[in-house]
């Protein structure tokens, strides 16, 4: 059997933020394998550094030292630039809130993302229904945000990360603002397509009946990886 | 997408855009205003002296503008009248002669400049007999003058009057002569209706004893605002003997007036641009502060900078240009209703600038000019100001920004 690589794969993985008046390791040597498929929980106390984490994995804040590999290619040493264009192409995010562009409707923000792909216009229409479908809002495709509830919204969010195929997707806190009964279906959604569609997703949370569900759970104490329990194998789709 | 996000962008808060494009529309009303009525006056004071009298390029003797008198008077030669015909910008020249008088009534008398021109000429190159008020227009050999108001009323003549004309003669003689008067007429200029007679070029030569000779030729040229180069082109063909003068070079206070008043103009117009700057700049720096948190997710989902910068810009375009184009039509209907009805300032006011020398009316302009030139300071300014946000994004950190 070929051996699986990783989608994300991370060594040493150390930011310190010297801003303040002693640095803080905000994480501190992680190392860390992902693989295709998995539903993962990054969980911990308030401050052990779970968004910083994230960012770093997603592209979106430098390392201070160690290196992240997403489908091997390193990306703790490009530009700015390179690395825009890098998280356009291959990674979605969710965030806590205000995701979305107020002024655009639910379809418009999903289309937004292949827009910024320069995906053509009848890819774009298919895709985007297709998500609506996905998430459940194709009636709610033509709302602003401010007419949408949180859970809405959310869901919006995810089919947007969805929208430019990436290779998996981060959510920070995603069920922070929602009540429980929402916070479910966002996790109902969430699960059913990494069930079925081998959608890998990153995510963290404070909220026990979230880690329940999930597959794999990484326990963050100080910026460092205190436990890492696989609970239940990722759906085999080969 | 990108002209419908700006679009929208630009209505979320739609108090601040309306308040923003209101105080643009007023500031480019205002400014047009004062620059139609600033442009009208110096348009028509610039007429009433160089379009109505003076003509934009003259040929003297040499020395006459110096020292006006019949001893630097000139016979025109071949020469000149060669010089000017080739040049393909003068479309006609018009002979003067003209000599400083004694005007008198029968118990009245004053200083005036009596001025002989070939009647169909003038009418021609400075439509003099459009200035008639009553009586009738001179023609060719009459032995008669026109009279300005402003002069008749001070000697309290009237048409059909006898006017009385004493003076000195080309090398001395003596010169003195009665007519009877044809026509009155009345100058825009409050000073050049003081004191003109006219009198057929003809009977002129005849009173100074002066045949064949002018002091002047008054020349119509095709584009006024070339009468510079004109100038310079003439007197390099002709000889010392004569001068060629633009009416810069003739009136140089009126040309300081025009170019001093041009300055100040342009003085006010900061002021007031300055103004609007810092109220666009008010709502461009709530918006981009309000819209840390939305940039730092675009960034993050993969929105590249030079695209949010240009989304940023086209609201400003569009705000700046919907102001801009508010305040120009409003202002279409009004300057132009003002160029119809000037402003005529009324009784004590109006004596005062009367007394300055200035007609006490305000003429506004509906060149074009006054109107596109709004429109176009105001979008450099709203592009000027877009520097801020462009910047703002530019270092802006998706992390930090995401983290309040
Ligand atoms: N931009 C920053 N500048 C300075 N220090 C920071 C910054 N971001 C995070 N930190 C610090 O790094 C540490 C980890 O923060 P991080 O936000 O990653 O924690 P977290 O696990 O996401 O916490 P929470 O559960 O509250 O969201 C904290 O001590 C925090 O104060
Ligand atoms: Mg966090």
Redesign the interface.
Known sequence: MEEKKPIILTKNLTKVYDTGAVPVKAVNSVSLEVFKGEFTALVGPSGSGKTTLL?LI?G??HPTSGQVLVNQVDISKMKK?AL??F???NIG?V?QA??L????TAK?NI???M???KRSKGEREQRVRELLNEVDLLDKMNDRPAQLSGGQQQRVAVA??LA?KPAFILADEPTANLDSKTAGNLLDLMARLNHEENITFIFSTHDQRVIDRAHRIITLVDGAVAEDQLVAQPVDHS | MLLKLAWRNLWRNKRRSLITMGSIVFAVLLSILMDSVKKGLLDKMKDNVVGFYTGYVQVHGQGYWEDKTLENSFEPASLVTEAISGNSQVTSAVPRLESFVLAASDNLSKGSMLVGIEPADETAVTGLNDKLVSGEYLNQGDQAVLLTEGLADYLRLGINDTLVIIGQGYHGVSAAGKFPIKGLIKFGSPDLNKGLIYLPLSTTQQLFGAENRLTSLVLQIRDNPKSRQVAQQLQANLSDEYEVMNWQAMLPELDQVIQGEEAENVIFQIVLYMLIAFGIFGTILMMTIERQYEFGVLLAIGMKRHILSGIVILENIFLALMGACMGILLSIPIVYYLYKVPIRLQGQLAEAYENFGIEPIFYFSVDAVVFYSQGVVVLLLALALAFYPMLKIWKLDPVKAMHA
């Not at chain 1, 562009?101 to 655009?104: A, Q, R, S």
């Open positions: 960012n997603g979106l804040d630039s825009i264009d998280r356009l192409q995010f965030f205000y995701n562009i107020p002024v655009l418009e289309e937004f993302v827009l910024l792909q947007r990360a430019s």
